[in-house]
């Protein structure tokens, strides 16, 4: 079975703070993603990584970024944490020898930034 | 521009009903189409998908209908139980050489009743 593993299943931050979302995925996937989850907005991409040390923009780039600096572990970096950040945060990987890339998504972490 | 568009955004069944979910795709180049699970907390878990070239795909009680005509494709869950309550998104993912897409429906919440 595939896993995901986010580090954290819930954090409280302050505003201004510097904040690291980390995920690891065990099934060698190339491909890994990161999402916030808000009501009656979905699920959102913020970035994704199709390789070690690669990186694109999602939809809602924003005050976030990231660092891939192994196949397994993707992190997503909150710079300075702001209270319009307070969401769940998804985590997931893919590969495309897997059935058309489908995606696996890990348990999520709900940040709250106050 | 909302590229899957999925209705209802709630549904309440009966126990033992019928619970049918509809989504609508624009990209012809949609390869392939999965539904996922999300129970309150956990992250969406994968739960059918299916390929454009079938008109339909069961497991249990959980039926994808697609109709590449329309670009649509429903989920049926048949004989509803509380423990389906959950949310349901849909997505479409294109995975070709050099270029991958998914997109995600909004979301249903699904609450069976007894």
């Known amino acids: 079975d595939v896993k995901v593993t986010q580090s954290s299943r819930y954090l409280v931050k302050r505003t201004g703070e510097k904040v690291f979302l980390e995920c690891v995925q065990d099934?060698?996937?190339?491909?890994m993603f990161w999402y916030r989850q808000d009501p009656g907005l979905g699920l959102r991409l913020i970035y994704f990584?199709?390789?070690?040390?690669?990186?694109e923009k999602g939809d809602i780039p924003e005050g976030y970024s990231v660092s891939r600096e192994k196949k397994e572990r993707f992190s997503l970096i909150l710079e300075s944490a702001s209270t319009n950040q307070t969401s769940m945060y998804l985590c997931?990987?893919?590969?495309?020898?897997?059935?058309?890339?489908?995606?696996?998504f890990g348990a999520g972490t709900r940040l709250s930034v106050l | 521009q909302q590229q899957v568009k999925q209705s209802p955004q709630s549904l309440i069944v009966q126990k033992g009903g019928i619970s049918i979910i509809n989504c609508a795709y624009e990209?012809?180049?949609?390869?392939?189409f999965p539904w996922y699970q999300q129970f309150p907390g956990k992250g969406p878990a994968l739960l059918i998908a299916?390929?454009?070239?079938?008109s339909e795909k069961k497991e249990g009680r959980f039926t994808i209908s697609f109709n590449k005509s329309a670009k649509q494709f429903s989920l049926h869950i048949m004989d509803s139980q509380p423990g389906d309550s959950a949310t349901y998104f849909c997505?479409?993912?294109?995975?070709?050489?050099?270029?991958?897409?998914?997109?995600f429906g909004k979301g249903t919440k699904l609450s069976v009743i007894p």
């Open positions: 990584s199709y390789d070690v040390k690669m990186k």
């Open positions: 997505a479409a993912i294109y995975s070709g050489a050099g270029s991958y897409q998914l997109t």
């Open positions: 990209n012809t180049a949609f390869d392939y």
């Open positions: 099934m060698d996937h190339e491909n």
């Open positions: 299916i390929r454009p070239d079938v």
């Open positions: 997931a990987s893919s590969t495309p020898t897997l059935a058309k890339n489908i995606q696996y």
